[in-house]
């Protein structure tokens, strides 16, 4: 396919350690049955958020004995919900603190998204190679979303930050999941080895997929997506410290804060900020 964009070349980056995951033990946790019925897409998308949720089990939960054993007790019912189902909605003994009365989304990283290690890693890497804060706030933001849900998440994302950021940071984060797998040499960006291993060679991205990828791909906001493609790839490092900290001020002037708060602004996606707030609201 036909890039329209000319790359300088210190935009190309040198990729990241992968991290290491055992086929054997990923397919132990999703179930043999479970990616035999799987889409190509559908255990690409699994495999990234397996390993997302590897990172954040890495940080010690704040956890007690009763919510270890009712997280036992669901392992041996076998109680499952729907792959898609977003992080917040998976079954779990949590009990979520009250919002602020006008959450901002400092509020909704510490008190939902928390630890949020992989978009940390993603962002970190691009605020230390000096890359644009459009780019930053982009990589910090990308896939919040899988907190509320997992299906066609590029596309979940962009709706959800789409009233508060720049037309090009939401509309590079629809399009980043599209071009996850088409690389790009220009900027270093390989297709993910990793895929290879999981699932084999045969992968073909479904036709929705490769017709979004196109269109982005000749579009004049191709790099806005691809860039976050690139620093996902650093956004899997076992082992690396992150905090929100060094981006609060990148917030500030690049995240449309509604006095409001979060959910209360009555935008085309404040009620998806109400869902993450309060995931236990019966109705």
Known sequence: MTVCAEIAEEDTVQQPPEMKVDRRT????????????????????ELEHYM?????????PAADGEEAALLELYEAQEVRAPRGTGSLFMPNGREF???????????????????????LQSATHALETDQPESTIIACLLHDVVLNLIKVDHGWWGAQLVEPYVDEKVSW???????????????????????YNRIFGEDYVPEPYIREAAEFA??????ME????????TYGFQEGMQVSLDPFIDIIGR????PKEGLGYDNSASAHMWRTIANPNRPL
């Open 26 to 45: 990923f397919l132990s946790a999703v179930g043999v049955g479970a990616i035999g019925a799987m889409s190509h897409e559908d255990r690409a998308e």
């Open 52 to 60: 997302i949720h590897r990172l954040d089990d890495s940080v010690p």
């Open 97 to 119: 603190e009250p919002m602020p009365a006008k959450p901002t989304l400092e509020d909704f990283f510490r008190l939902r998204f928390n630890p949020a290690t992989h978009v």
């Open 172 to 194: 590079g984060i629809r399009y980043h999941a599209p071009l996850r797998f088409y690389p790009d040499d220009t900027v270093g960006y390989e297709y993910p080895e990793m």
């Open 217 to 222: 791909q000749s579009h004049r906001w191709y």
């Open 225 to 232: 997506a691809r860039m976050i493609t690139v620093n996902d």
């Open 254 to 257: 690049n995240f449309k804060q």
